[in-house]
């Protein structure tokens, strides 16, 4: 027996993509019993990479994830003011190494495009959506010890970092913009209207798991604009080896099988969201859709 290591370029491409995509799940399941704050959210976004673009060189962006946080931290030490808690201090550190000097950008130019969600792909064009550019600034916060935490901003990813003296909300999006309220309150009009006023609840922070879902929400909610209820459908069930406790999710994925005619899976999917969700007008709906089904199934 050989001691040397596996050629994966002489192996069928469709068996690699298919042991790439078996190890992400399986990473992802072992995540999925994580408490929230020992959750590694850009390890874990590699794998969710990994999924939709198995033959990416997925090491390469973790090393590059690597770099970002050494590099961070070198800076950090060197920055008296930051290491010592201000806020704008270390705005303008995070800043710098991702934007100024790592390049990394809002894709304004192709903004639906699936790339923009995938971290691996973001990794090597420097260029994605809001959240896939904050959980790069959340990456290298982390690394340095610092606090940061996702927002739940509609419609736009927003990120708090903090400090001693208060916190900067930050837009990752934008070149790592440092956002007042009177500009938060000018993105929101521009996403819900000129009506829409800034209210409670817009700057609560949100967790890891919450951060990663919305990431490939992006992906789910393209792939349904597109018709692929299949592709979907994979997304859903991916984002629920992360959050199994997830009863939305779960009824989404319910309605996907419904559609797909998957009707014993789409049964399992909805009565794990009665479990979940416990009593409401929603469950109601959904305990009638399963009665439903079940007679198709008779």
């Given at each position: 027996?050989?001691?040397?290591?596996?050629?994966?370029?002489?192996?069928?491409?469709?068996?690699?993509?298919?042991?790439?995509?078996?190890?992400?799940?399986?990473?992802?399941?072992?995540?999925?019993?994580?408490?929230?704050?020992?959750?590694?959210?850009?390890?874990?976004?590699?794998?969710?990479?990994?999924?939709?673009?198995?033959?990416?060189?997925?090491?390469?962006?973790?090393?590059?994830?690597?770099?970002?946080?050494?590099?961070?931290?070198?800076?950090?030490?060197?920055?008296?003011?930051?290491?010592?808690?201000?806020p704008l201090a270390?705005?303008?550190?995070?800043?710098?190494?991702?934007?100024?000097?790592?390049?990394?950008?809002?894709?304004?130019?192709?903004?639906?495009?699936?790339?923009?969600?995938?971290?691996?792909?973001?990794?090597?064009?420097?260029?994605?959506?809001?959240?896939?550019?904050?959980?790069?600034?959340?990456?290298?916060?982390?690394?340095?010890?610092?606090?940061?935490?996702?927002?739940?901003?509609?419609?736009?990813?927003?990120?708090?970092?903090?400090?001693?003296?208060?916190?900067?909300?930050?837009?990752?999006?934008?070149?790592?913009?440092?956002?007042?309220?009177?500009?938060?309150?000018?993105?929101?009009?521009?996403?819900?209207?000129?009506?829409?006023e800034l209210r409670?609840?817009?700057?609560?922070?949100?967790?890891?798991?919450?951060?990663?879902?919305?990431?490939?929400?992006?992906?789910?909610?393209?792939?349904?604009?597109?018709?692929?209820?299949?592709?979907?459908?994979?997304?859903?069930?991916?984002?629920?080896?992360?959050?199994?406790?997830?009863?939305?999710?779960?009824?989404?994925?319910?309605?996907?099988?419904?559609?797909?005619?998957?009707?014993?899976?789409?049964?399992?999917?909805?009565?794990?969201?009665?479990?979940?969700?416990?009593?409401?007008?929603?469950?109601?709906?959904?305990?009638?859709?399963?009665?439903?089904?079940?007679?198709?199934?008779?």
């Open positions: 027996m050989s001691g040397r290591p596996e050629d994966n370029s002489a192996q069928d491409p469709q068996s690699v993509a298919a042991r790439a995509r078996a190890e992400a799940r399986a990473a992802l399941d072992a995540a999925g019993s994580l408490p929230d704050p020992e959750l590694d959210i850009a390890s874990i976004a590699l794998q969710f990479a990994r999924i939709n673009a198995p033959e990416a060189d997925w090491r390469a962006a973790a090393e590059q994830l690597s770099a970002l946080a050494r590099d961070t931290v070198a800076a950090a030490v060197a920055d008296r003011e930051a290491d010592g808690g201000d270390r705005h303008a550190l995070l800043r710098r190494v991702l934007h100024a000097e790592g390049g990394f950008e809002g894709n304004e130019e192709d903004y639906d495009a699936l790339d923009n969600a995938n971290l691996i792909r973001v990794l090597e064009r420097r260029r994605g959506l809001p959240v896939a550019l904050g959980i790069l600034w959340l990456h290298v916060a982390e690394a340095t010890g610092w606090g940061a935490h996702g927002l739940d901003f509609p419609g736009h990813f927003l990120l708090a970092l903090e400090g001693a003296r208060g916190q900067v909300v930050v837009d990752p999006f934008n070149g790592g913009n440092a956002l007042s309220a009177p500009e938060l309150r000018q993105l929101l009009k521009r996403l819900e209207g000129e009506r829409a409670p609840g817009l700057l609560a922070p949100v967790g890891k798991r919450a951060v990663l879902l919305r990431l490939q929400n992006n992906i789910k909610l393209r792939l349904l604009r597109t018709g692929d209820m299949e592709g979907a459908l994979a997304c859903t069930e991916d984002m629920l080896r992360l959050a199994p406790d997830a009863a939305g999710l779960w009824r989404e994925a319910g309605l996907m099988q419904q559609r797909l005619d998957r009707i014993g899976a789409a049964i399992t999917s909805l009565e794990r969201f009665l479990e979940l969700a416990g009593a409401g007008e929603a469950s109601e709906r959904m305990r009638l859709l399963i009665e439903e089904l079940r007679q198709r199934l008779n």
